[in-house]
């Protein structure tokens, strides 16, 4: 079984509230955590400067496509996600799926 790991990328909009950009983002982190993930968030300090990722890893694909299943059948993510996006607080980047590599 290969580990994977999924990367969610955003920026806080400039004049966006962080505190209330920050609650979001804890709502997103409970909703993954009610069904067996543990979210880690970082804030990019160089680089990509301003960015904010949202970072899971998982034991496996199933293990992923499990969680994301249950997510997307959950409907306080449902509400969570359309909230977000209605917010204005941040502009979504980018997203990475990644497949750990074993090297010997």
Same mark, same amino acid.
């Given at each position: 079984?290969?580990?994977?790991?999924?990367?969610?990328?955003?920026?806080?909009?400039?004049?966006?509230?962080?505190?209330?950009?920050?609650?979001?983002?804890?709502?997103?982190?409970?909703?993954?955590? =009610?069904?067996?993930?543990?979210? %880690?968030?970082?804030?990019? *300090?160089?680089?990509?400067?301003? +960015?904010?990722?949202?970072? $899971?890893?998982?034991?496996?694909?199933?293990?992923?496509?499990?969680?994301?299943?249950?997510?997307?059948?959950?409907?306080?993510?449902? =509400?969570?996600?359309?909230?977000? %996006?209605?917010?204005?607080? *941040?502009?979504?980047?980018?997203? +990475?799926?990644?497949?750990? $590599?074993?090297?010997?």
């Amino acid at each position: 079984m290969a580990q994977c790991a999924i990367q969610y990328v955003t920026r806080i909009n400039p004049g966006a509230d962080i505190t209330a950009f920050k609650a979001q983002v804890q709502t997103s982190v409970n909703l993954w955590r =009610k069904h067996g993930a543990e979210p %880690t968030v970082w804030a990019v *300090s160089a680089g990509e400067i301003g +960015n904010w990722v949202f970072s $899971v890893v998982f034991e496996s694909f199933d293990a992923y496509g499990k969680c994301l299943d249950a997510l997307g059948a959950d409907p306080e993510f449902q =509400k969570w996600q359309l909230d977000s %996006t209605k917010s204005g607080l *941040s502009t979504w980047v980018r997203s +990475n799926l990644t497949r750990k $590599v074993d090297m010997a």
